[in-house]
């Protein structure tokens, strides 16, 4: 039982342009989302949050979007570089349920075209 | 600090041999994660120490898979007899308490391929 999804196992969009990568949950539990990238041969690392209470989160060229009625998560990346290809993750928590432990999705392998 | 540090980065065994990953967290912290990684299922949770002492290991696949934590640095994870099936990069995180950050922290993952 998924119960993150990330339905697009891979992406390629141009550089310059925007990218969307998308998240489904289906727990509606889940309050904190994260979203993780990762190079070839190296660990997730952490890109961005957003907690339940916001609907969005900006930290420079990423943004997070957040419909709770739809139990579903965007990260747009603005302008897209080359340097972005990587594959993205999506987790979910409940946070503050003593407890780290997040869920995550398969990723979004994300190919930036130069 | 060097980061959540795992050892071997690459592991070739053959079926029904015993393999060991080790993990070392970033000092402080005091959750450390055990994750596998594979196509079909992306990053699964396998088993979670708070303090040294496990949580939930209802990620861990079967019998033959287990973990352990004897000190605040160190965990091992132990596949006997291992199998082609388990074959997937593993990766170890740690992360301080949950009020302070719900961020993980990743080693850079052992690729383990079991012949």
């Known amino acids: 039982d998924q119960q993150v999804k990330q339905n697009s196992p891979s992406l390629s969009v141009q550089e310059g342009r925007i990218s969307i990568l998308n998240c489904d949950y289906t727990?509606?539990?889940?309050?904190?989302f994260l979203w993780y990238k990762k190079y070839p041969a190296e660990g997730p690392t952490f890109l961005i949050s957003?907690?339940?209470?916001?609907d969005k989160n900006e930290d420079g060229r990423f943004t997070v979007f957040l419909n709770k009625s739809a139990k579903h998560l965007s990260l747009h990346i603005v302008p897209s570089q080359p340097g972005d290809s990587a594959v993205y993750f999506c987790?979910?928590?409940?946070?503050?349920?003593?407890?780290?432990?997040?869920?995550f999705g398969t990723g979004t392998l994300l190919a930036v075209q130069p | 600090d060097a980061g959540v540090i795992q050892s071997p980065r690459h592991e070739v065994t053959e079926m029904g041999q015993e393999v060991t990953l080790r993990c070392k967290p970033i000092?402080?912290?005091?959750?450390l994660f055990w994750y596998r990684q594979t196509m079909m299922r992306g990053l699964e949770l396998l088993i979670y120490?708070?303090?040294?002492?496990?949580?939930?290991d209802s990620g861990m696949p079967e019998d033959r898979f287990s973990a352990k934590m004897p000190n605040a640095s160190f965990s091992t994870l132990k596949i006997q007899p291992s199998e082609p099936r388990d074959s997937a990069v593993y990766f170890c995180?740690?992360?301080?308490?949950?009020?302070?950050?719900?961020?993980?922290?990743f080693g850079p993952g052992t690729r383990l391929t079991v012949l």
């Open positions: 987790a979910a928590s409940v946070y503050g349920g003593a407890t780290n432990k997040l869920i």
């Open positions: 000092s402080g912290h005091d959750y």
């Open positions: 120490f708070n303090n040294n002492v496990p949580i939930d």
């Open positions: 727990n509606s539990m889940f309050d904190y």
């Open positions: 995180a740690s992360s301080p308490p949950f009020w302070e950050n719900n961020e993980q922290f």
């Open positions: 957003i907690s339940s209470i916001k």
